[in-house]
C-alpha cells in the first residue's frame, strides 16, 4: 500500500463548541473548554503524523462582540495554553506561533505570547500557529501598512513582498483547510495562505473530533489533485 503523503500545513477552523454546549446542556464554557482541550490532542497527532504545521482559529476579530463574560473566559484559556500548557507543547518538540494582532490586548496576554514564542522558539517537531485576536483582511491591511512604513517603492510590491510582511511570515500556504461542524465557508480565516487550500466541511462540532479523524484528513488530501490553476 502507498503510503499517505503528510500535508505540509492544515489550518482548522475550529468551530462548534457553544452547539456541542447546548447539545449536552452545558454553558458555553464548558464548549470552549471541550474545545481548547482538543486542540492540543489534535495538533500533537498531526505532527506525529508528519504535519509540519497546524493553525487553529481561535479567536477572531469579530469575537469581541461576544458576552463581556465568554471573552474573558476565552482569554482566560488563551492564557492557560500560553502558560500552564508549555510543558506539554516542549515534550513534544512543538513550537508555539500567534498570529494576529496585538491591538487591545491586555498587556498580561502579550507578555504571555512574547514568552510563550520564545520559550518554544528551538523546537523542530511541528509549529503551532494560534490565530488569535486574528482577522484575515486585518492581516493584509497590517502588511501594507508595513510595507509603506518602510518606504517601499511601488514598483517593488510584489507577492512575495506581501507575503513577507504577513504575521509570522514563515508561516507557509495552508495545504488543506478543515472547518468543524458542518458550516461552509472560511469566514475571514487566512485569506491570503488558503488562495489555493483545499477545503474539507467535517459535520462534527470540534470537541467531538478525534486523533483518528486526522488520519482521515490526510486521506482525503491525498484524493484531491491541486493543480494551482494550471
Not at 489550518?11 to 464548549?31: M, Q, T
Not at 500560553?82 to 491591538?103: A, C, E, F, M, Y
Request: charge should be neutral; include cysteine.
Amino acid at each position: 500500500m502507498q503510503k499517505l503523503e503528510a500535508p505540509n500545513h492544515i489550518g482548522f477552523i475550529v468551530d462548534g463548541n457553544r452547539r456541542w454546549a447546548k447539545k449536552h446542556s452545558l454553558p458555553p464554557y464548558e464548549g470552549h473548554l471541550a474545545g481548547y482541550e482538543k486542540i492540543k490532542d489534535i495538533v500533537i497527532e498531526a505532527v506525529d503524523q508528519g504535519v509540519n504545521y497546524v493553525s487553529a482559529y481561535v479567536f477572531s476579530t469579530e469575537n469581541w462582540k461576544r458576552s463581556e463574560d465568554e471573552v474573558s473566559k476565552l482569554m482566560s484559556l488563551v492564557l492557560k495554553l500560553l502558560t500552564s500548557d508549555l510543558p506539554i507543547l516542549n515534550k513534544h518538540n512543538i513550537r508555539l506561533l500567534v498570529l494576529g494582532s496585538r491591538d487591545n490586548l491586555d498587556k498580561k496576554i502579550i507578555n504571555a505570547i512574547n514568552e510563550a514564542e520564545s520559550k518554544t522558539a528551538n523546537n523542530t517537531a511541528g509549529t503551532l500557529a494560534i490565530c488569535f485576536n486574528y482577522g484575515g483582511r486585518l492581516e493584509i491591511v497590517d502588511a501594507f501598512k508595513k510595507i509603506i512604513k518602510s518606504g517601499a517603492n511601488l514598483e517593488d510590491i510584489d507577492e512575495n513582498m506581501i507575503e513577507q510582511n504577513l504575521y509570522a511570515p514563515e508561516v507557509p500556504s495552508i495545504d488543506i483547510v478543515v472547518r468543524t461542524s458542518g458550516e461552509q465557508r472560511i469566514s475571514n480565516f487566512m485569506l491570503w495562505r488558503s488562495a489555493y487550500s483545499e477545503m474539507m466541511f467535517m459535520e462534527k462540532y470540534w470537541p467531538e473530533m478525534e486523533k483518528k479523524d486526522v488520519k482521515l484528513i490526510i486521506k482525503e488530501y491525498n484524493k484531491r489533485s491541486r493543480r494551482f490553476g494550471g
